[in-house]
């Protein structure tokens, strides 16, 4: 099957459910033409098709599409998960019910990713994998901090990805399952009056608020655990149906010249001592503890929620500029305020394992494809009308923890996976699991088990119960660098892993043959303490810096990956907040490899072959796929990097 032959009309018919990815790694096909582009985009509307397919919707046109694995919900969890997916060769369509990707950390809420480092304070914990790779195209191609900028890029992604089909302002609202399997779902975009109805082998619910889990009977958890179901410490006394509430937030500029503001009569007065715990020390970016409506249901009554927000938030600005307590506010005016009220929390779907507290302590876990590490960051649920309490109590586990693969797939639909907000936690876990960038790389597992399972003809839970199968997940998740606490490169492809490692230079610290130690990243130690390192490190002297990997016996190569220093010991973020964004580099992170060639050697030969020469290069995990050769030796020449001194290397990986 061609790369999007799978997206098929009502009239052409059939469909094909399972596509066989083959060991293919990521990005293993070229980006589409913007003729396939455009072209595929036609076919989600053809021009042939009349309205009426559906007898109580008669104005809509019906087209029938079908494709390995349906991605619900684009936010960060979606839209990693439609990556990973389509990287390992699965057929991926993508729905988002809104037009912009990202969910929260869209412009349309602007909330800053945030994960398992904690801001500043757990240093060289930042995930990596397909995050990581996002992060690092917006911080070089976005210095002017534009959320629309991070919107585009995710679109970019997706478009660009050979396997996804995106639908954008398009909302799933049903699904059919048979036999505990989820079949097909229902998607309606009403500003092009089209419905689909999707059929897919694996789906997987990133809505957030678990739409797809509902409508398809998945079991799930709203509310707050008592203390005694699970034995949680943090757990309230009692159970009840209470949440963390939603946010709007809101940014303001300079203008450098007298801005006057004037309330709408419907915004709340503000006292003082209504912001006893709730602090002002700087107005460009809003606050998180503008918080509402976790004491009611945050799905149904979000109108009502978005209502009590604006009022408060417009509140919260007639106190900054017109209470005369800041005076140094006198010149700003606000320049966006957010209409979509950014959700923390509502439905969790329930899968073959709950997560609580005591693991996010424990930190490890059999089955584990993803790591947290985010405060338990639980918020009164009464939010901005409970100003006796603070707005939140953050307590921080001992190290990062494991997420396992068992909280990713639902308990009683065979073929449903979760990924996001809504997997499957206490809510204690969730006050932690719950930021994107862990969202993200539950995201990235989530779609790396879909396609596996694609691949196989198995069910998530397969993936779990055969041992060696849930091994291959975790390795290759960790091949796509993911980070999963205490798990290394095992893989028995990876011909690196038995070859010889010289450099041209290499610091006391870090030898050359920490490339092929299977970890990818230096492990923070204690405070003022040096992290345990795994890299390569050379001076870069006028002729650059080399590291070479050579065998006994000439092997074949086709594919290299390399996986450079991004500086994970720097927090790195878009956010509008200029605090937070104190520190981080926007533009390509400076211990970064730009420049750089890889070559080999034949049997016998002294001369080096170049097989890719790059020049740029500001991501971490880079992958070169070439004619097979048979090689001695295979030898990686840095000449420039983004501005350090030094070359590093983490990991060189080699297959047949
Ligand atoms: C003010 C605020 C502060 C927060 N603080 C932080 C922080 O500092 N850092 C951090 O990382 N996290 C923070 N969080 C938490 C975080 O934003 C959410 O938990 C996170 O967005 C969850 O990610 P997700 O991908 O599961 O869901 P979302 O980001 O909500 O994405 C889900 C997407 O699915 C779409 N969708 C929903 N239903 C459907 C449907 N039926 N069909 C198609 N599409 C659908 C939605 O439009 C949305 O875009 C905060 C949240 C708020 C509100």
């Given amino acids: 099957m061609n790369r999007r032959e799978f997206l098929t009309t009502a009239a052409a018919g059939g469909y094909s459910l399972y596509v066989f990815a083959g060991d293919a790694p990521p990005a293993a096909e070229p980006p589409p033409s913007v003729e396939q582009i455009r072209r595929d985009l036609d076919r989600l509307a053809p021009a042939a098709l009349k309205p009426g ?63 398992a480092n904690c801001h500043k304070a757990r240093p060289g914990w930042r995930e990596g994998g397909i995050l990581e790779e996002l992060r690092l195209d917006d911080a070089a191609g976005n210095p002017q901090r534009s959320f629309e900028m991070w919107d585009l890029l995710l679109y970019d992604k997706l478009v660009s990805e050979p396997n996804v089909t995106l639908l954008l302002d398009s909302t799933l609202y049903r699904a059919r399952t048979r036999d505990g399997r989820v079949e097909e779902v229902m998607v309606r975009c009403d500003l092009t009056e089209h419905l689909y109805r999707i059929r897919a082998g694996v789906f997987i619910d990133s809505t957030g608020d678990s739409r797809l889990g509902l409508e398809a009977g998945a079991e799930y958890r709203t509310g707050r655990e008592g203390r005694a179901e699970f034995g949680e410490s943090l757990a309230a006394e009692e159970p009840d149906d209470k949440t963390l509430s939603s946010s709007i937030l809101f940014t303001s500029r300079n203008y450098r010249r007298p801005m006057p503001f004037r309330p709408p009569k419907w ?43 604006l009022s408060i938030v417009m509140g919260v600005w007639d106190y900054i500029k017109n209470s005369g307590e800041f005076p140094d506010s006198r010149d700003w005016a606000m320049d966006w305020v957010g209409f979509i009220p950014g959700k923390r929390g509502s439905r969790r779907l329930v899968g073959d394992y709950i997560l609580t507290q005591h693991d996010l302590e424990r930190g ?30 953050a307590v921080r586990t001992k190290g990062v923890y494991n997420i396992p693969l068992r909280v990713l797939y639902s308990r009683n639909i065979a073929n449903l996976m979760m990924a996001g907000r809504n997997i499957s936690c206490s809510h204690v876990a969730f006050t ?165 060639t890889v070559s080999y050697r034949t049997p016998g030969s002294k001369d080096w072959k170049q097989l890719a020469a790059v020049k740029d290069n500001h991501q971490r995990l880079r992958r070169h796929r070439f004619e097979p050769v048979q090689a001695e030796a295979v030898r990686i020449h840095v000449t420039k990097t983004n501005g350090d001194p030094k070359a590093r290397i983490f990991e060189i990986r080699c297959y047949a």
């Fill in 53 to 115: 397919a559906i007898a109580h919707e008669p104005n809509m046109r019906l087209v029938e599409l079908a494709c390995d694995v349906l991605v619900a919900g684009g936010g960060l969890a979606g839209v990693c998960a439609a990556l990973a997916a389509a990287r390992h060769g699965a057929k991926v369509i993508l729905v988002q019910d809104r037009s912009r990707l990202g969910g929260n950390s869209s412009s349309e809420v602007k909330m800053h990713v945030v994960g």
């Fill in 432 to 596: 932690s699991t719950r930021v994107m960038a862990t969202c993200a790389v539950v995201g990235q597992a989530a779609g790396t088990a879909a396609a596996l399972c694609v691949r196989d003809g198995v069910l998530p839970r397969d993936l779990y119960r055969d041992k060696r199968r849930l091994r291959a997940l975790q390795q290759t998740l960790l091949a796509d660098d993911q980070t999963i606490r205490g798990l290394t490169n095992q893989d028995p492809d990876d011909l690196a892993r038995r070859a010889r490692v010289r450099a041209g230079a290499e610091t006391p610290a870090a030898p050359a043959a920490l490339v092929i130690d299977g970890h990818v990243r230096d492990y923070p130690r204690g405070k003022n303490q040096p992290p345990e390192i795994h890299h390569w490190e050379a001076p870069l002297g006028p002729e650059g810096a080399w590291i070479e990997l050579a065998w006994e016996e000439p092997r074949k190569i086709s594919r290299i990956q390399i996986t450079f220093d991004t500086g994970f010991h720097r927090e790195l973020t878009l956010t509008a907040s200029n605090r937070i964004n104190h520190g981080i580099v926007r533009a390509p992170q400076p211990e970064t490899v730009r420049d750089y």
């Fill in 267 to 309: 915004a709340r007065k503000i006292r003082r001592e209504q912001l006893r715990f709730r602090h002002i020390d700087s107005w460009e970016y809003g606050y998180w503890w503008i918080a509402w409506g976790g004491d009611r249901d945050t799905i149904r009554d979000n109108e009502r929620i978005r209502f009590e927000l």
């Fill in 364 to 393: 490890t876990i059999e089955d584990a494809v993803a790591i947290g590490g985010w405060y338990m960051d639980d918020h009164p649920p009464g939010g901005f009308d409970r100003p006796n309490l603070e707005p939140n109590r």
